[in-house]
Structure formats: structure tokens, C-alpha cells
């Protein structure tokens, strides 16, 4: 078990060291790591969807809890997902063309996308493998972990936009700390003290208030109507 988190901290740690080492070893510019950010992004969302969908049960059904559906879960992330990745998308974009006229440099672009392909690869297998049984209810944090990346660069674009005035550079840093730093978090809390812990909390009480994802889909469906 413990290779399972070395090998989980060296992913983590060197997925996020990609664009790092790429600008401060190899003269990457600020706007190629951050469409890197962008990528590793768009990557993860189809992987986190597929973990869901090789692991978990189609539905839990247990007495004095509410029914889980994994569809009903995985439209909800699929939803939310793609929706903040478009956001940022479209101003990381726009920034990028604004500072570079369009020439970005495509060889760079492609190795460190290369890299970062073999990085989340790497955690998908690793996750694939041991996170047999995976429950609806844990699920549930994996793509809860997954939106909190995205919901970060979506935070961060934002900030980077009146951040930007003083460089892109002042922006990249203060992210790429923050982003790693999170992302250690979720191994920490990954770790078997934090699971016995989680999976202790009451997750499915019928009394209890709605997840995330209840409450997202009744927003929606009430909306929809």
C-alpha cells in the first residue's frame, strides 16, 4: 500500500513540476505553462469520468439511505466540468493571443503536453488499480477533488486578470504554489487514517443534507422545468 502513495506523490508532484521546470530550465514562456494548466485540465475530466465509470456500481440502494446513481453523478461533474473548463478556457485564450499575437511556440507546447499526458496516465492506472471497490459515495470525492482543480483555475484566471497588469509572471507563481499545495492535500487525505475517518461520515443519511451533487441536480431539474 505504501508504493501506492509514493507513486501518487511523485505524479502529483511531477505533473505540477512540468510547466515549472519547463520555464525556469528550458525558457518556457508564462503563456505556455498556463495552457499546460488548461490541458492538464481538459485531460483530467475524461479521466476522473472513466475512473467513475470502470469502478463504481451503476447504483447504491442501502436501507435508511437515499439511492445513488452513478449517471445522475457523473452528468452532474460532466456538466459542471465542462462548463468552468470553458470559462477558463476562453479567457486563458484570449490573454495568451493578446501577448504572443498568436505565436505560441507548438514544440514546447507538445512536449510539455506530452508530459503531463504521461504524468495523469500514470495516476489513472495507479488509481484504477487501488481504488477497487470504489463506492458511489467516494465517487462522489474523487470528482469532487477533480472540479476543485478546475474550480482553482477558473478562481485563478480571474485573479489573473487584474493580476496580469503587473505581469503574467506575478500571476503564474502565487497559482503554481497554491495549485501544488492543494494537490497535496488530496494525497494527504487520501492516506488510510483520512479514509477511515471519511468513510465513517455519515454520507447517505436520508435526513442529512443533500451532496453536492444532489444539490447541483435539483438546481438544475428546477431550472430545466
Known amino acids: 500500500m505504501l508504493a501506492k502513495y509514493l507513486i501518487a506523490a511523485f505524479q502529483a508532484l511531477g505533473i505540477n513540476a512540468v510547466p515549472v521546470v519547463?520555464?525556469?530550465a528550458a525558457d518556457w514562456s508564462v503563456e505556455t505553462a498556463m495552457l499546460l494548466y488548461l490541458l492538464e485540465n481538459?485531460?483530467?475530466?475524461?479521466?476522473a469520468a472513466l475512473l467513475v465509470r470502470l469502478l463504481a456500481p451503476a447504483r447504491e440502494d442501502a436501507p435508511g439511505m437515499r439511492v445513488r446513481h452513478r449517471r445522475e453523478i457523473l452528468n452532474t461533474y460532466l456538466i459542471v466540468a465542462l462548463?468552468?473548463?470553458?470559462?477558463?478556457?476562453i479567457f486563458i485564450l484570449f490573454?495568451?493571443?493578446?501577448t504572443t499575437n498568436g505565436q505560441v511556440d507548438l514544440t514546447r507546447l507538445r512536449t510539455g503536453l506530452g508530459a503531463i499526458t504521461l504524468f495523469a496516465l500514470l495516476g489513472f492506472l495507479v488509481d484504477l488499480v487501488y481504488m477497487?471497490?470504489?463506492?458511489?459515495?467516494?465517487?462522489?470525492?474523487v470528482l469532487e477533488r477533480s472540479l476543485g482543480r478546475i474550480f482553482l483555475l477558473y478562481?485563478?484566471?480571474?485573479?489573473?486578470?487584474f493580476l496580469a497588469i503587473f505581469g503574467l509572471a506575478s500571476f503564474f507563481i502565487p497559482f503554481v504554489v497554491l495549485k501544488t499545495l492543494v494537490d497535496i492535500g488530496y494525497l494527504l487525505?487520501?492516506?488510510p487514517g483520512a479514509r477511515r475517518a471519511e468513510e465513517t461520515e455519515p454520507t447517505g443519511d436520508a435526513d442529512a443534507p443533500p451532496s453536492f451533487w444532489r444539490s447541483?441536480?435539483?438546481?438544475w431539474k428546477q431550472r430545466s422545468r
Not at 42 to 47: F, K, R, S, Y
Not at 95 to 98: L, T
Not at 155 to 161: D, N, Q
Open 95 to 98: 490573454v495568451v493571443y493578446r
Open 216 to 219: 447541483v441536480t435539483i438546481s
Open 155 to 161: 478562481l485563478a484566471v480571474f485573479v489573473g486578470m
Open 83 to 89: 462548463s468552468f473548463s470553458l470559462g477558463s478556457a
Open 132 to 141: 477497487r471497490p470504489l463506492s458511489l459515495p467516494r465517487a462522489e470525492k
Open 22 to 24: 519547463g520555464m525556469f
Open 189 to 191: 487525505q487520501a492516506f
Open 42 to 47: 481538459l485531460i483530467g475530466i475524461p479521466l
